[in-house]
């Protein structure tokens, strides 16, 4: 199953709000995850089930969608939030990853 | 607080082999199973191979299938991946990672390790 993102890289500022969106090339129902990762870490989990928080995940980040398409939200962007973003599917193997998103410093 | 630390990174010579392990703590090992993710330098995440709990269910990437071999030690609490014929295109930062549900439908991951770099060039 292929995750096509979108967009590739953004530029925002502080306060902004920011939506990344995954497609799937074949429905995958709400098995969907996202992750953040800043330069030089391993990935965080931020959403699970297309939709559900994290634990300790601040609730400006909100995931939504279902089948095909996806939408990872941040309400509003705060500077620990530049990073790259992925979505990933869960459920059919090969586990397969999108492309990533760079949000970066407008 | 759970903790997953990659060693056995290095560089390696085209055919060469290597063998990366996981150290696991913080959490019961021996419940969860786990995976093996990598990122080439400047690319995206490739997922590589999963394990369950027991041992006895693998998954591999077809892009390493024939070559890697994952398996783990409960007793040691320890996850391995032993690397053979290695490719210039399997240079990247090897992540070990925990599987964050118990039910086998929800593959994603809440727990990575710091990873490891392992370069093939000759």
């Known amino acids: 199953i292929q995750l096509t993102q979108s967009p590739s890289s953004l530029s925002a500022s502080v306060g902004d709000r920011v939506t990344i969106t995954c497609r799937a090339s074949q429905g995958i129902s709400n098995y969907l995850a996202w992750y953040q990762q800043r330069p030089g870490k391993a990935p965080k989990l931020l959403i699970y089930a297309a939709s559900a928080l994290q634990s300790g995940v601040p609730s400006r980040f909100s995931g939504s969608g279902s089948g095909t398409d996806f939408t990872l939200t941040i309400s509003s962007l705060q500077p620990e939030d530049f990073a790259t973003y992925y979505c990933?599917?869960?459920?059919?193997?090969?586990?397969?990853f999108g492309g990533g998103t760079k949000v970066e410093i407008k | 607080q759970v903790q997953l630390v990659e060693s056995g990174g290095g560089l390696v010579k085209p055919g060469g082999s290597l063998r990366l392990s996981c150290a696991a703590s913080?959490?019961?090992?021996?419940?969860?199973?786990m995976t093996w993710i990598r990122q080439a330098p400047g690319k995206g995440l490739e997922w590589v191979s999963h394990i369950s709990n027991s041992g006895h269910t693998i998954y591999y990437a077809d892009s390493v299938k024939g070559r890697f071999t994952v398996s783990r030690d409960n007793a040691k609490n320890s996850l391995y991946l032993q690397m053979e014929s290695l490719r210039a295109e399997d240079t990247a930062v090897y992540f070990c990672?925990?599987?964050?549900?118990?039910?086998?439908?929800?593959?994603?991951?809440?727990?990575w390790g710091q990873g490891t770099l392992v370069t093939v060039s000759s």
């Open positions: 990933q599917q869960v459920n059919n193997y090969p586990l397969t």
């Open positions: 913080g959490f019961t090992f021996s419940d969860y199973y």
């Open positions: 990672a925990r599987r964050g549900s118990y039910n086998s439908n929800w593959n994603f991951f809440d727990y």
